[in-house]
């Protein structure tokens, strides 16, 4: 059986035992989870969130990007088409974490990760790129002075670390 069978099993199983129909467009906790696409870091387990809670958006490194801007863009004009406003009174949560893969495209490939990250090749070093802990307080400190971010979301940025399973607080939740 390859793997596709195996998903298509899991899905019907999920179907009959655990699909929850009522569960709402928006996310139950008003909250925004911005991680990366490790599979080693998947909000849903090392945060165990449960369904419906967070609307979740992955990304390489969980990092601030024109790509995500774009993103939380569009998800406003959703909620708004849903009835709600995503802004005042929402969390938005970037979870960044060690040892990360993003270091090897720094390293390798500068200039597809600059293209990436929406900067000059020559200013990849003033991302952070390599350290988790700063990267995060760079990321959210950028979504803070963004005149273009939703007014009233408290911001916060937590470093998962790959070695203990355990999260860190690195910038305490906020207003931007």
């Given at each position: 059986m390859n793997f596709v069978d195996t998903l298509m099993q899991r899905n019907a199983d999920?179907?009959?035992?655990?699909?929850?129909?009522?569960?709402?467009?928006?996310?139950?906790?008003?909250?925004?989870?911005?991680?990366?696409?490790d599979p080693r870091v998947d909000p849903m387990d090392v945060l165990q969130l449960e369904p419906g809670e967070t609307a979740i958006i992955r990304n390489v490194g969980g990092r601030v990007n024109p790509a995500l801007l774009e993103t939380i863009a569009v998800l406003g004009t959703v909620s708004r088409a849903a009835g709600a406003e995503v802004g005042t009174g929402w969390n938005l949560v970037l979870l960044q974490h060690t040892n990360c893969g993003i270091a090897g495209c720094y390293h390798n490939a500068p200039a597809l990760l600059a293209k990436q990250m929406g900067v000059a090749e020559d200013q990849l070093d003033t991302l952070a790129i390599t350290d988790p802990y700063e990267a995060v307080k760079i990321d959210v400190a950028a979504l803070r002075s963004n005149?273009?971010?939703?007014?009233?979301?408290?911001?916060?940025?937590?470093?998962?670390?790959?070695?203990?399973?355990?999260?860190?607080?690195?910038?305490?939740p906020d207003q931007a």
């Open positions: 999920f179907a009959e035992k655990r699909f929850d129909k009522g569960l709402k467009m928006l996310p139950s906790q008003r909250t925004m989870i911005v991680g990366c696409v005149p273009n971010f939703p007014a009233g979301f408290t911001v916060s940025g937590l470093v998962y670390d790959v070695e203990t399973g355990r999260v860190e607080t690195v910038v305490p």
